[in-house]
C-alpha cells in the first residue's frame, strides 16, 4: 500500500507547525527569491500580484502532463494564480501575471486535492506553488486527516529559496521542476528582476534531487517519488539548452529524468523580444538532441 511521505509528517503533527510557521513568512514575504517584504497579512500584495487570499485559476484530471505523472485517471492538477518569476513569454500569462482565478479558502483547497483523488487521478499536482506554500501545506494537512494518500508533485519555475525548499523535505513527493536559464543575462531578459535565476536554481535542484533522488517509474509505469525535470527549447537561445543539459549531466546522476521541451511558441509579451518570435526550427531541436546525447543523459525526452 503506497504511503506519500507528508503522511508522517502530518500524524507527528509537525506538518501543521511547518505550515504555521512559514505563514509567518508572508508577514514580511520571503518565500520566494523576490524577498519583497510585503506584508501580505496585512493585505499587501507582493511583486507576484498574491496577497494572503488564496485565488486557485483552476483543479482537475490533465492529461497533457509526463506520461509517467498521468496513468488512467490523469494528473491531479491544480492551477494556482500569480507567480513569482513572471516571464515575457508565458503562455499562461492571464492566471500568473492578471491573477485570474476565484478567492478560496484552505478548506476548499483540500476538498479539491480529495475530489481528485475520488477521480482517480495519480497525484496532486500543485502548479507554481511558491507564493501559496503556507496555504499548500495547511491544506495538506487537513486533506492527510481526511485520507488523502496521493503523491504530492511540487510544479515549480525552479526559481526556489534553498532554505525554503529545505523545509519541504519529507512534503513533496515529486519534484516537477523547470530548469529555464543558464545564464543570467537570459534570465533577467526574459523574467526580469530574477537574474539570480541560474544560481538559485541550480542549487534549489540540488536539493530536490537529495530530497527524493531520481524519478523512476513503478511496475504500473507510474512514478510516485523523485525529481523530474523539464527544459524548454527555446529560438535563438541553443547556447543556454547545450549549458543545461551539460550542467545536468556533470551535476546529477545520468539517468535524471529530463524532458526537452520543442512545444515554444511566441505569446504574451515575446513579440517584443524579436529573437524569441518565432517556434523553433528543426535545426535548433536537432542541436537539443545532440546536446543531451553528449551530455551523457541516459534518460531524457524529446518530443519529435
Ligand atoms: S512570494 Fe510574492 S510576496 Fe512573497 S517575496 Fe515573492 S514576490 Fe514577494
Redesign the pocket.
Known sequence: MYTPSYISLHKSGKLEVLANNLWQ??EK??????????N?LFGE???????ASLRIASFGPHFGEERELVGKGGSGTIFLS?C?LQCVFCINSDISHGGVGQNKTVQDFADMMLQLQDKGCSNINIVTP??YLPHMLQALDIAAEKGLRLPLVYNTAGWEKLNIVKKLNQVVDIYLTDFKYYSKEKAMRYSPGAASYPEITQKAIIEFHEQVGNAVAEADGIIRKGLMIRHLIMPNNLDETENILQWIGQNLPKDTYVNVMTQYRPVYKAFEYPEISRRITIAEYKRAEEAAKRAGLTNYKIQG
Not at 29 to 38: F, I, K, Q, S, W
Not at 45 to 51: E, F, P
Open positions: 513568512h508572508m514575504c520571503d518565500l520566494c527569491p523576490r524577498n519583497c517584504g510585503a501580505r500584495k507582493g511583486t507576484c500580484g498574491a496577497d500569480y513569482s511558491t507564493h
